[in-house]
């Protein structure tokens, strides 16, 4: 068995374990634990949400009230005014004052009864979105539980796989692995080929008589490689 028997060999344990890695990635697992995840994710947000409308609320509430108040201070000097205007006009006046300051206090007053109720509607919608949060959480925690249980398996299936990628690894030049290592991600990963017939299996492409020739005369220390795809190629 040659070096590049056994680099092929490392080709199909590393391409084993790809495999396996994209199934990891996509098992119903995870995707019901990114699920569950993304669920907690989005009630914590709502709670949020929820959070800076009801704080926004109170502080236009605040404002309100202050209004109120100086509205209430403005009105009290006029009444006291009031008491001692002599002249009927002038009377009139400051009642017409104190009457409109009256209505633009009741105004105020709807408005803040209506961010009150706006305010208490938020609260009880925050009631709902913390034990939507709870019950989101306590389905996340379930999820990952049952996924490190899959996850487990997975490790348990791969690692004959990855006992046995660590001891070819070990069988071969360094550099040989170094190299092999380099080129893989230009090639998806698959960066060896073995020739079945005149068939390159990386590009499925037909090498001819002629070139079968040039890539057994390649010196020891330089790589054969398909012709067409550039792939290492064993078997030649
Ligand atoms: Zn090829």
């Not at 209004?67 to 001692?84: H, P, Y």
């Not at 009642?95 to 009880?124: C, H, M, N, Y």
């Not at 709870?134 to 389905?139: H, I, L, P, Q, S």
């Amino acid at each position: 068995m040659t070096d590049l028997d056994r680099l092929h060999d490392l080709q199909l344990a590393d391409s084993a374990l790809d495999q396996m890695a994209y199934r990891r990635a996509h098992i119903e697992e995870r995707l019901a634990f990114n699920a569950a995840r993304a669920a907690t994710g989005a009630a914590r947000s709502a709670l949020a949400a929820n959070v800076a409308r009801r704080d926004l609320l109170e502080q236009q509430y605040a404002t309100l009230e202050a209004a109120g108040l100086q509205i209430d201070t403005k009105a009290g000097r006029l009444e006291g005014q009031m008491r001692n205007v002599v002249v009927t006009r002038e009377a009139e006046a400051i009642q017409r004052e104190i009457a409109l300051l009256k209505s633009k206090r009741d105004e105020g007053d709807e408005t803040g009864l209506l961010l009150l109720d706006q305010s208490e509607a938020l609260s009880t919608e925050a009631v709902v979105l913390a034990e939507r949060i709870a019950a989101a959480e306590a389905a996340e925690a379930g999820a990952a539980a049952v996924l490190a249980l899959a996850d487990a398996a997975l490790d348990a299936e791969a690692s004959a796989t990855v006992v046995r990628r660590a001891e070819l690894a070990a069988g071969l030049p360094a550099d040989l692995v170094k190299e092999y290592e380099s080129r893989r991600p230009a090639f998806k990963g698959v960066a060896v080929a073995r020739l079945q017939g005149t068939r390159c299996t990386g590009c499925n492409l037909d090498v001819s008589r002629l070139e079968i020739e040039g890539l057994r005369a390649v010196p020891s220390g330089e790589l054969p490689e398909c012709p067409s795809c550039a792939r290492i190629i064993v078997g030649a």
